[in-house]
């Protein structure tokens, strides 16, 4: 029979066995509830910024989102995004003042040619909000950088694209869009910059300038015009997207295609469809998903060290058959 001492001692390894299977179970539970709850611990981002852009259905406006948030993830920001969904001042402006009375921590946005986005940008200004713009500028606002393409550069390349087009002989005429939504400061430098650089081509010659009014309905009246003209215009060198379109159709609509070249600006899935079959030679335009990518980090870099470079140029992009692949899956990535 057992003694005392040695059923006191049996039954105190089971309680240690007991206690070392228990101490094990709770572990492995706390590390899973830890693992588990990894997300919430995440850590809190350091600014809240908030970006205004013209609409949100437009490939080139969902690809500087895209760049913008990706951004936001590697800076730690926490980042809004608003448009309207079409082209609306009324309801960018709406956002713009969503944004100061929200007091965030900085503000990216779209402007237009209006005096009361640099009144809206003055207001963010004395709220101590500071105010970076994308794609266009209001450089007499108090905004503290621009980010976007040298419109200068825009016009030099689209003036080379049209010299490997028609082989450095071309009679053109220029469209230019005269949108109220547009900066037309921008839109002359384009031209200025295209007419710098056909110098190095004596056989090209700009014949007319036309300003497009009415959006696409316009472009195609004039370019009808072009068309049926004495000028022997065999060049087009459209400034806008929305134009670019519509004297592509008129070229199709008319058989011209071959025999007008066309050279325009943007990246819609109508325009590379045009570009696929050779309706429009090429197009050049700003790199959308880099200025929504730049503007988070120019805001960060402020935000950091009070000081940034009032205007980061990112480029050029050239659209030609022989990249519009490219193009397609990129637009295609966005949905």
Partial sequence: MKTLKE?????????????????????FLLYKFQTAQKPIFAKVPEYHFYMVGQNSVDPFWKEIKMGAMD?????????????????????????????IFSKVDGIITHVANNEEFVNLIEEAYKEGIPVITVENDAK???????????????????AKLLAKATKG??????????????DSVNQNLKING???????????KVVRVYTSKLGTLSAEEITQSIISGKDKINAIYVTDSVDTIGTAQVVVDFNKVGEITVVGYGDTPD???YIEKGVIYGTVMSDPY???????????????????????D???????????NEYFKRIQSLD
């Fill in 194 to 204: 295209f007419l710098d650089a056909i110098k190095n081509y004596p056989e090209m």
């Fill in 71 to 99: 951004a936001a993830k590697y800076y730690n920001v926490a980042l809004e995004f608003n448009a309207p969904k079409f082209n609306n001042i009324q309801e960018e402006l709406k956002y713009l003042e969503i944004a």
């Fill in 7 to 27: 059923k006191f001692f049996k039954l105190l390894d089971k309680v240690i066995i007991v206690s070392i299977i228990a101490i094990s179970i709770s572990g």
């Fill in 271 to 273: 325009i590379l469809r």
């Fill in 169 to 182: 002989k071309a009679n053109i005429a220029i469209i230019v869009s005269n949108d109220y939504q547009l």
């Fill in 314 to 324: 990112i480029g050029v992009n050239v659209i030609t058959k022989e990249n519009v």
């Fill in 290 to 312: 880099k200025i929504g990518y730049e503007s988070v980090k120019a805001m960060v870099e402020f935000k950091k060290k009070n000081t940034v470079s009032t205007f980061v």
């Fill in 140 to 158: 007499d606002s108090k905004r503290q950088a621009f980010i976007g393409t040298n419109s200068f550069h825009l016009g030099e390349e689209a």
